[in-house]
């Protein structure tokens, strides 16, 4: 065992830190948009820093060469998203998303065109790609999605409705699970589709969220034709495609550190704060709740590690990134509740009050945390993951 | 970075498994959990005949010159298996005591003995306080024409009733600085005055009040230096905190494994209770426990073993994993229901080794403590 990173891979920490402290646009740092916060100007510096991540190899930094990544190790990717998650660096889920689930898809499923046209788009930020996977009515039940894709002479025609497509409003691709054979049983007929946002048909309707911010979607698709080579993969296993991504490195590998920077916070607010003429640090509930805080968020670092360390030795996490993703969703969402605790009433100012502490970002922490366990998989769905391919459990 | 055993490691975990299923079952330790003495000595020869005393001691006092780490294994194992008798009170809080803090003459002497299963020891620390700060320990050590005589209650004293030799620690100087003053002691079992009671608890783990009446000692047992021994008390603790983690780590898989088998057997409203989401959302919860508590554990000990700073890595494991267990054990009760209620039924062994891990060496919030100090609160 050895639990310490290696000196190239503290210099490559070091190299990524300090090209962030250049590269970080300082009006992104006064805006301080969290997760599920982007506004248009937000968007629009987010867009151009994550081109000069792209520029460096840095935003899919596990691609090949050839398709605009660095081949970076796994201990040196779980170093850089760290350091991004850490920094607070401008990306979002669905940069993830894009990278992550659709271009590792398509390398694995694609054509080589498809590659050629939309692989080394992704590496670069030329393009960012939105999930149309849930439905009204196929949420953790995905397999139960209604969205039809009908196969004609020259092209695919797509009618249904998706939900809660993340930032659908400003993607240039949607991600598309469509059915192709309602016969067949529920995992058998469907099939993945590169849509255009642009094609005619396509109807984008905004749900603000909890934050009171647009970034989730419902997208209707009316008579939608694509043309047939958009089809990923084989027709009518995209089930079984898009298990695989599900698989694929998930972001929960930089949570912890979006999480120790908040932590490190309250322990500095903590120590700067006077109540009753005592410092809050003196208080020993409060000491006792941060403790354990430290103590939570170093069990998910290190369950997170070994997503990382279990990809370096060639194997494939399954249930272990279920049990990651759950555990460090809930000691975010404990994080920013022990947080509302700590801060009280000071909690509850949003950022334009003058009285706000630290840009609100524990209040709208306490809101965005809601969505860490539901999103991409429930955590009961985690659970029933864990349960039963981690430790065999049936399932009647 | 790499988070996996190396062979040898594989190989030790192995063969403790193969040897404590063979040598050591759930009847011998309830037996042994009934006597007085609460350990067999023929599994502890055959224990030190396989090495297991000397795991960690250098080849020159008699030991195989493995580290903590591999230790850690070893202890998972143990507690994987619950292994009744003094192992951790002579290795861990004697062996390691006196390896990092002893004379070479006191290591020449005792180590290989240890190390072949001759000699049984213990530390006593705690008193009638029970807690592990400075300041609690009160009894005194009153130098006397080139002896020292001991004088008052240890309490929680682990196995002293079948040791040889006991670590005492005890105050020399009194200053305003508690931490001043501190000499450890290490005394004969039999010496005239010393009295060992044994204490009835809850896990039947064989701790004990040991009253030192005026107990004379030479000069010669003092382990380390004199009135400067509490950094060495707070580095063995640190070490018996992990130590003890680690065993809690095999006692959580094991409680874990026997819930799942149970759960995947038990048929009610004609299925396998595992296949209701309710049994298998505890067992989901019970799995990310052990595996978590896994890995904090192995990486204070392997810092322990690289004899880098530990006290944040230790604390947060003692934290963790003292609450961790305790939850696995809760959950494992839940899932067998009734007949985890009886004595007959071995998951209550399981029950009575978390609660008694959980206390000792610090709970999760004296733990906590030292994670808040360490953060800088």
Same mark, same amino acid.
């Given at each position: 065992?050895?639990?310490?990173?290696?000196?190239?891979?503290?210099?490559?920490?070091?190299?990524? =830190?300090?090209?962030?402290?250049?590269?970080?646009?300082?009006?992104?740092?006064?805006?301080?948009?969290?997760?599920?916060?982007?506004?248009?100007?937000?968007?629009?510096?987010?867009? $151009?820093?994550?081109?000069?991540?792209?520029?460096?190899?840095?935003?899919?930094?596990?691609?090949? $060469?050839?398709?605009?990544?660095?081949?970076?190790?796994?201990?040196?990717?779980?170093?850089?998203?760290?350091?991004?998650?850490?920094?607070?660096?401008?990306?979002?889920?669905?940069?993830?998303? !894009?990278?992550?689930?659709?271009?590792?898809?398509?390398?694995?499923?694609?054509?080589?065109?498809?590659?050629?046209?939309?692989?080394?788009?992704?590496?670069?930020?030329?393009?960012?790609?939105?999930?149309?996977?849930?439905?009204?009515?196929?949420?953790?039940?995905?397999?139960?999605?209604?969205?039809?894709?009908?196969?004609?002479?020259?092209?695919?025609?797509?009618?249904?409705? $998706?939900?809660?497509?993340?930032?659908?409003?400003?993607?240039?691709?949607?991600?598309?699970?469509?059915?192709?054979?309602?016969?067949?049983?529920?995992?058998?007929?469907?099939?993945?589709?590169?849509?255009?946002?642009?094609?005619?048909?396509?109807?984008?309707?905004?749900?603000?969220?909890?934050?009171?911010?647009?970034?989730?979607?419902?997208?209707?698709?009316?008579?939608?034709?694509?043309?047939?080579?958009?089809?990923?993969?084989?027709?009518?296993?995209?089930?079984?495609?898009?298990?695989?991504?599900?698989?694929?490195?998930?972001?929960?590998?930089?949570?912890?550190?979006?999480?120790?920077?908040?932590?490190?916070?309250?322990?500095?607010?903590?120590?700067? !704060?006077?109540?009753?003429?005592?410092?809050?640090?003196?208080?020993?509930?409060?000491?006792?709740?941060?403790?354990?805080?430290?103590?939570?968020?170093?069990?998910?670092?290190?369950?997170?590690?070994?997503?990382?360390?279990?990809?370096?030795?060639?194997?494939?996490?399954?249930?272990?990134?279920?049990?990651?993703?759950?555990?460090?969703?809930?000691?975010?969402?404990?994080?920013?509740?022990?947080?509302?605790?700590?801060?009280?009433?000071?909690?509850?100012?949003?950022?334009?009050?003058?009285?706000?502490?630290?840009?609100?970002?524990?209040? =709208?922490?306490?809101?965005?945390?809601?969505?860490?366990?539901?999103?991409?998989?429930?955590?009961?769905?985690?659970?029933?993951?864990?349960?039963?391919?981690?430790?065999?459990?049936?399932? $009647? | 970075?790499?988070?996996?055993?190396?062979?040898?490691?594989? /190989?030790?975990?192995?063969?403790?498994?193969?040897?404590? &299923?063979?040598?050591?079952?759930?009847?011998?330790?309830? &037996?042994?959990?009934?006597?007085?003495?609460?350990?067999?000595?023929?599994?502890?020869?055959?224990?030190?005949?396989?090495?297991?005393?000397?795991?960690?001691?250098?080849?020159? *006092?008699?030991?195989?010159?493995?580290?903590?780490?591999?230790?850690?294994?070893?202890?998972?194992? /143990?507690? *994987?298996?619950?292994?009744?008798?003094?192992?951790?009170?002579?290795?861990?809080?004697?062996?390691?005591?006196?390896?990092?803090?002893?004379?070479?003459?006191?290591?020449?002497?005792?180590?290989?003995?240890?190390?072949?299963?001759?000699?049984?020891?213990?530390?006593?620390?705690?008193?009638?306080?029970?807690? #592990?700060? @400075?300041?609690?320990?009160?009894?005194?050590?009153?130098? &006397?024409?080139?002896?020292?005589?001991?004088?008052?209650?240890?309490?929680?004293?682990?196995?002293?009733?079948?040791?040889?030799?006991?670590?005492?620690?005890?105050?020399?100087?009194?200053?305003?600085?508690?931490?001043?003053?501190?000499?450890?002691?290490?005394?004969?079992?039999?010496?005239?005055?010393?009295?060992?009671?044994?204490?009835?608890?809850? @896990?039947?783990?064989?701790?004990?009040?040991?009253?030192?009446?005026?107990?004379?000692?030479?000069?010669?047992?003092?382990?380390?230096?004199?009135?400067?021994?509490?950094?060495?008390?707070?580095?063995?603790?640190?070490? @018996?905190?992990?130590?003890?983690?680690?065993?809690?780590?095999?006692?959580?898989?094991?409680?874990?494994?026997?819930?799942?088998? *149970?759960?995947?057997?038990?048929?009610?409203?004609?299925?396998?209770?595992?296949?209701?989401?309710?049994?298998?959302?505890?067992?989901?919860?019970?799995?990310?426990?052990?595996?978590?508590?896994?890995?904090?554990?192995?990486?204070?000990?392997?810092?322990?073993?690289?004899?880098?700073?530990?006290?944040?890595?230790?604390?947060?494991?003692?934290?963790?994993?003292?609450?961790?267990?305790?939850?696995?054990?809760?959950?494992?009760?839940?899932?067998?229901?009734?007949?985890?209620?009886?004595?007959?039924?071995?998951?209550?062994?399981? #029950?009575?080794?978390?609660?008694?891990?959980?206390?000792?060496?610090?709970?999760?919030?004296?733990?906590?403590?030292?994670?808040?100090?360490?953060?800088?609160?």
């Amino acid at each position: 065992m050895d639990f310490k990173f290696t000196e190239e891979e503290e210099a490559f920490r070091r190299e990524v =830190r300090q090209w962030l402290q250049q590269e970080i646009p300082q009006r992104w740092i006064e805006l301080d948009p969290g997760i599920w916060e982007e506004t248009e100007e937000s968007w629009a510096l987010a867009r $151009k820093f994550q081109r000069r991540l792209g520029q460096r190899g840095w935003l899919a930094p596990a691609y090949p $060469k050839e398709y605009g990544g660095l081949e970076l190790s796994h201990m040196k990717r779980l170093v850089l998203a760290e350091e991004l998650a850490y920094s607070r660096a401008p990306l979002s889920i669905e940069v993830e998303v !894009t990278v992550n689930w659709v271009g590792s898809s398509i390398m694995l499923f694609g054509t080589e065109k498809q590659k050629k046209d939309y692989v080394t788009g992704v590496a670069k930020a030329d393009m960012i790609f939105c999930l149309g996977y849930s439905e009204p009515n196929a949420g953790s039940d995905l397999a139960s999605l209604q969205t039809r894709a009908v196969e004609v002479s020259d092209a695919y025609v797509i009618n249904g409705q $998706k939900t809660w497509c993340s930032y659908g409003h400003l993607a240039d691709y949607c991600w598309l699970a469509a059915r192709t054979d309602p016969d067949a049983s529920r995992h058998e007929g469907i099939s993945i589709f590169i849509v255009d946002m642009k094609t005619p048909g396509i109807t984008v309707r905004p749900l603000i969220n909890i934050l009171n911010s647009h970034s989730f979607n419902e997208v209707f698709f009316d008579d939608v034709r694509i043309p047939k080579e958009n089809l990923v993969g084989q027709k009518n296993k995209g089930w079984y495609q898009l298990m695989i991504a599900l698989d694929f490195e998930r972001s929960s590998i930089g949570y912890a550190a979006t999480n120790q920077r908040i932590i490190e916070e309250l322990i500095k607010y903590a120590k700067e !704060t006077t109540r009753n003429g005592e410092p809050l640090a003196n208080d020993l509930l409060i000491r006792n709740e941060l403790a354990q805080l430290v103590v939570e968020n170093e069990v998910a670092r290190m369950m997170a590690y070994r997503i990382a360390w279990m990809f370096s030795k060639g194997l494939h996490p399954s249930y272990e990134s279920s049990m990651s993703m759950v555990f460090v969703s809930e000691v975010m969402r404990r994080t920013a509740n022990a947080g509302m605790r700590i801060l009280g009433h000071y909690g509850e100012l949003d950022r334009d009050s003058k009285w706000a502490v630290a840009n609100a970002r524990i209040m =709208r922490m306490c809101l965005s945390s809601l969505s860490i366990g539901v999103g991409g998989g429930s955590n009961e769905i985690q659970r029933n993951i864990i349960a039963m391919r981690g430790l065999g459990l049936p399932r $009647k | 970075m790499d988070l996996g055993l190396n062979e040898e490691q594989e /190989m030790l975990r192995q063969s403790a498994r193969e040897f404590l &299923r063979r040598e050591c079952p759930k009847q011998l330790v309830r &037996r042994l959990d009934e006597s007085a003495e609460g350990y067999s000595s023929e599994l502890w020869h055959r224990m030190a005949g396989l090495g297991w005393t000397g795991l960690v001691f250098p080849e020159e *006092y008699g030991g195989s010159g493995h580290n903590f780490l591999d230790l850690a294994v070893l202890l998972e194992e /143990m507690g *994987y298996n619950i292994v009744p008798g003094p192992f951790f009170s002579t290795v861990v809080l004697g062996g390691l005591t006196i390896l990092t803090a002893g004379s070479e003459e006191q290591k020449m002497e005792f180590l290989p003995q240890i190390a072949r299963g001759e000699t049984i020891l213990t530390l006593a620390l705690t008193e009638p306080s029970a807690s #592990y700060d @400075a300041a609690s320990v009160k009894s005194e050590a009153i130098a &006397r024409n080139g002896k020292y005589v001991i004088k008052g209650t240890k309490l929680f004293v682990l196995n002293a009733s079948v040791a040889d030799y006991i670590l005492c620690v005890a105050r020399t100087r009194k200053t305003k600085n508690p931490e001043d003053g501190i000499t450890v002691f290490l005394v004969d079992a039999r010496s005239p005055g010393l009295k060992c009671t044994l204490l009835k608890t809850l @896990a039947r783990d064989k701790q004990c009040e040991v009253v030192f009446d005026n107990v004379t000692v030479s000069e010669k047992s003092v382990v380390g230096r004199r009135d400067e021994g509490w950094p060495m008390v707070k580095d063995i603790l640190q070490k @018996a905190a992990v130590a003890k983690c680690a065993e809690m780590v095999g006692g959580a898989q094991a409680a874990l494994d026997m819930a799942v088998n *149970y759960a995947k057997e038990r048929v009610q409203f004609g299925r396998p209770i595992g296949s209701f989401q309710a049994i298998q959302h505890y067992c989901a919860n019970m799995a990310m426990d052990v595996s978590s508590s896994r890995f904090v554990t192995y990486k204070a000990a392997w810092r322990v073993s690289e004899g880098l700073p530990a006290a944040l890595d230790a604390a947060v494991a003692k934290a963790w994993v003292s609450e961790a267990y305790g939850r696995v054990a809760l959950s494992a009760h839940q899932i067998f229901g009734a007949i985890g209620f009886t004595m007959d039924h071995d998951i209550n062994l399981y #029950y009575r080794q978390a609660k008694a891990a959980e206390i000792i060496f610090g709970g999760a919030d004296f733990h906590r403590a030292v994670v808040a100090h360490e953060s800088g609160l």
